[in-house]
């Protein structure tokens, strides 16, 4: 067995795992895990692709040849052509009008690559040309003024990294059985970037808005001329003019040449091709804020603006349509977030929720961002619910699933935060479950 | 326009402050342009009537305009097909709920709106202001909320009252 450790070695370092275990079904103290000097997990792997050679390694062939040639915009390696967006078929009746999704579970870190951004239109991506757009701010203003893109990028910028949920993100996990789908499928309507723009409240300012004037009414310059309300204390404070998404100009799925970004709120909120803003004395009420983007409750009446994004988590690894191919530590990794914080805690179960252990989460997480949590568990072949459940900065709880459903009529879809179950088999198959 | 009242313009005086910083070192491109020049550019229409056009309709003129240009796919009495939206009948309440443009919608003007900016899929825009108020008029009346020969114009849009106008809980001022 070479370098392995044999099955007897092994046996006595799952004994010494199990007494370091911070909650059921073999979660393990991240800390005390290094402390024993086991923090590679291949020292704990019985058997693998290097033990299984009995040769000694050789120099590969594109050690020995110049590789390709320089590019001008640079692509994934074709091994890992497979991460790309889970996208749909293309809409007949509505040309453009769907959303592709983030692959959660095949990604790492906080951050999410521009290509693999998720995207929701409503009538398609337009192809716009800078040159000819304009944004006009008008309405309740002293003086209504038109920019154009180049006009912009002269204005002081700032530089945030905000995650970016859509409100019908993880919706499916509401309806009455759970989808047999991966953790992208369900919840990968979520991406974060870092996001540089010029303020709004820049432009107001420039403006005037007049003393009467309580809200902004935006539109984008799509087929479907997107409209979307937004309070004029919410405009003022953190909405941007986002010209550019991590570092580049934003993508045209993104909005290019110009989006708002309205940080910690619901996705359709940040209207993307923007090209009005009006202020006003109140909300447009457009069909995307009454018809869709609202909760209806179980009396009938309905939540209407609804913006913040709930606290929520989802573990992406093990997560749904993965298997498990070896007993022995695994890391248990996802990603948390909230619309109205920072990420101050996340705890993980193994056992359906019975019992608890903090996961190890980053110091000093910005408000309004992804959060990274990990936290190893020592799979030894059982049945096991792992599930994870955030806290943020203003003390809100992620919800159980079952809590959340209470609280709604089973029609609605929008702002689904409940807690992620996902279920182990002895095999080792990782399915979502409702638990 | 901006006016001289006391209270006023403390409350303006508290939105430049929140800005100041930023003001400061802003450069100020923006190009003068009037209201005028946005008439047939603004399509924002607010349940109080303002951004209505000139024009009127009923539903009785609306019914060609419906069949002709939306029935395929919301169906002959706004019954919906697959992956399309019902337009009329059904209930927030039912079971199953059924959220349609006659049962849901809080506010008419949101019909005039949405179909002016986004419908037909395929050629939104391309309705005329009167072909829009026709079929405003004629989706209302497929849930019985306008008679047929009701004239719908920028006077009479906004006293239409929706059946489940107050059923809406306004939350913009209370995130979590």
Redesign the interface.
């Known amino acids: 067995m070479n370098n392995n450790k044999s099955e007897l070695e092994l046996a006595h370092l799952h004994e010494q795992l199990r007494s370091e275990s911070v909650a059921g079904n073999g979660l393990i103290n991240r800390r005390h895990l290094l402390g024993l000097g086991l923090a590679g997990a291949g020292s704990l792997v019985a058997g693998n692709v290097l033990a299984a050679d009995a040769s000694g390694l050789v120099i590969p062939a594109w050690s020995k040849t110049p590789g390709r040639e320089l590019s001008g915009y640079g692509s994934p390696s074709r091994f890992a052509a497979g991460v790309t967006r889970l996208a749909p078929q293309p809409n007949a009746i509505s040309p453009g009008t769907g959303a592709s999704r983030t692959p959660l579970h095949l990604l790492q870190g906080t951050l999410t690559p521009n290509s693999l951004h998720f995207e929701r239109h409503h009538a398609g991506i337009p192809d716009i040309d800078p040159a000819q757009h304009r944004l006009v701010l008008h309405g309740m203003v002293r003086q209504p003024l038109a920019f154009s893109y180049e006009d912009l990028l002269a204005y002081p910028q700032v530089s945030r990294t905000y995650f970016l949920e859509c409100s019908g993100n993880s919706g499916a996990n509401s309806g009455p059985t759970a989808a047999d789908n991966s953790a992208g499928g369900i919840h990968g309507l979520l991406s974060c970037a870092e996001w540089t723009g010029v303020r709004l409240s820049t432009l107001l300012e420039e403006a005037g808005v007049t003393p009467e004037a309580s809200w902004i009414t935006c539109t984008g310059a799509d087929a479907a001329s997107l409209g979307r309300s937004v309070p004029l204390n919410k405009a003022m404070e953190d909405v941007i003019i986002a010209l550019y998404q991590n570092g580049e100009p934003i993508r045209p799925e993104q909005g290019y040449p110009m989006r708002l970004f309205v940080p910690g709120w619901e996705g359709n909120v940040s209207v993307k091709w923007l090209t009005q803003i009006k202020v006003t004395d109140g909300p447009a009420n457009f069909r995307d804020e009454t018809s869709r983007y609202t909760e209806l409750l179980p009396d009938g009446r309905a939540l209407q603006f609804t913006y913040s994004m709930g606290v929520k988590s989802v573990i992406t690894s093990p997560s749904g349509q993965m298997t498990l191919t070896r007993r022995g530590l695994h890391e248990v990794t996802g990603l948390a977030w909230s619309g109205s914080g920072a990420i101050r805690r996340v705890e993980i179960s193994a056992d359906g929720g019975r019992t608890w252990a903090d996961a190890h989460i980053e110091e000093n997480q910005q408000a309004l961002t992804l959060t990274r949590f990990r936290l190893p568990w020592l799979w030894e072949g059982g049945e096991a619910i792992l599930q994870s459940r955030a806290t943020d900065t203003a003390g809100n709880v992620q919800p159980a699933r079952a809590a959340w459903v209470a609280m709604y009529s089973p029609a609605n879809r929008y702002h689904y935060n409940g807690i992620q179950s996902w279920a182990v088999s002895a095999q080792g198959e990782v399915k979502n479950v409702y638990a | 326009?901006?006016?001289h009242?006391p209270?006023?313009?403390l409350?303006?005086a508290v939105?430049?402050g929140?800005?100041a910083s930023?003001?400061e070192?802003?450069?100020?491109?923006?190009?003068?342009?009037?209201?005028a020049q946005?008439q047939g550019?603004?399509?924002?229409?607010?349940?109080?009537g303002?951004g209505l056009p000139a024009g009127s309709g009923t539903a009785a003129q609306g019914q060609a305009v419906y069949e002709q240009k939306c029935a395929a796919?919301h169906g002959m009495q706004g019954e919906g097909t697959p992956?399309?939206?019902a337009l009329a009948g059904g209930?927030?309440?039912a079971t199953?709920?059924l959220?349609t443009?006659g049962s849901?919608?809080?506010?008419a003007?949101?019909i005039f709106?949405?179909v002016r900016?986004?419908m037909p899929?395929?050629a939104?825009?391309s309705l005329t202001d009167t072909e829009v108020y026709q079929v405003t008029a004629y989706v209302l009346h497929l849930h019985n909320i306008v008679e047929r020969d009701f004239v719908l114009d920028r006077d009479s849009l906004p006293t239409v009252q929706m059946p489940n106008g107050g059923?809406?809980?306004?939350?913009?001022?209370v995130?979590?």
């Open positions: 326009m901006f006016t009242k209270t006023a313009v409350m303006f939105l430049l929140a800005c930023a003001a070192d802003s450069p100020r491109l923006g190009t003068p342009i009037t209201e946005l550019w603004d399509l924002i229409v607010a349940p109080d303002s796919c992956g399309v939206p209930s927030p309440i199953p709920p959220m443009a849901y919608w809080p506010h003007s949101t709106d949405y900016r986004a899929p395929l939104p825009k059923n809406f809980i306004d939350r913009s001022q995130q979590r």
